[in-house]
């Protein structure tokens, strides 16, 4: 973050993502760890408390002053919303109630994604199994910057400043760099965020809506919980491009900072990824 980019492209290689060959070698020598995967029986109750208390949130905000409805989102409410956001993640992978019952985890992710205030999980969804079977392929994983952002982010306050603006290009870059056609679930999770959306406004008015939005937002761009965007996938080292944190953050995240186990085993829910790492 501190140097001047001097490279004038991005690292290109000519072979599969290494996730699936590194899945059949360790399953080979640690047959064990398939007895991790499948659901997490505790994650659908976490996840509610967490939706239920940010309804409880848009009712206590809904009389502070504005300076102190975007600290609260700031500092708690878009907190919460992040680490809805890594649960919906987590659910993408059908570990909310299982393989077997897909849709009940689609319409869960749309529960979870109330909170956020703009509808987001049936379209993260659909891009992110890209990004698992493509990991890093031109114009097939949308986690992958432009090379707009590669070329113009190339200073510290130019990056610092797109650290900020984070949230746009991460909702805006799949349309430009891989449209796909509107599917009937995000059609389901729009009329529901903003039906929801609708009945926060009317009991309480615009400011738990600007909390929670707001809250989305700026937790999304420059905050600590933010740090896994860059952590999970940005080559630090030379031929390596899936990275794992394993600091006090996976507390709030679902683990998602264990990135390199999850890629080598999406369907273990995150709770379980630490046992992955000492199998």
């Not at 502070?64 to 989102?73: M, P």
């Not at 992978?93 to 019952?101: L, P, T």
């Not at 590669?150 to 306050?157: E, L, N, Q, V, Y």
């Amino acid at each position: 973050m501190g140097n001047r980019v001097t490279r004038g492209d991005f690292e290109w290689v000519y072979t599969e993502q290494p996730h699936t060959q590194r899945r059949k070698e360790i399953l080979a020598k640690y047959p064990r760890i398939k007895a991790l995967m499948g659901p997490d029986p505790h994650l659908k109750w976490i996840v509610s408390g967490m939706v239920f208390m940010q309804f409880l949130a848009c009712y206590l905000v809904k009389d502070l002053s504005w300076k102190w409805i975007f600290f609260w989102a700031y500092a708690f409410g878009g907190c919460i919303n992040h680490s809805l956001t890594l649960a919906i993640h987590d659910i993408s992978h059908n570990v909310a109630f299982g393989n077997k019952q897909a849709k009940w985890n689609r319409w869960f992710a749309v529960f979870a994604n109330l909170p956020v205030g703009v509808p987001y999980s049936a379209s993260f969804k659909k891009y992110h199994i890209d990004h698992h079977r493509y990991l890093g392929g031109d114009s097939l994983d949308v986690d992958i910057p432009t090379d707009f952002e590669g070329w113009f982010f190339c200073t510290p306050p130019r990056k610092l400043l797109w650290l900020f603006l984070q949230p746009l290009f991460y909702s805006l870059r799949p349309l430009y760099v891989n449209p796909k056609a509107i599917t009937q679930m995000e059609i389901f999770n729009a009329l529901v965020q903003f039906s929801v959306d609708f009945i926060i406004f009317y009991l309480w008015g615009l400011k738990p809506i600007i909390y929670l939005i707001a809250g989305t937002i700026l937790c999304m761009g420059l905050h600590p919980i933010s740090g896994h965007f860059i952590a999970e996938h940005y080559m630090f080292l030379k031929g390596y491009e899936t990275y794992s944190y394993y600091g006090p953050l996976n507390w709030l995240t679902f683990n998602v900072g264990y990135h390199m186990e999850h890629h080598d085993f999406p369907s273990i829910p995150g709770s379980k990824l630490p046992m992955v790492s000492t199998s």
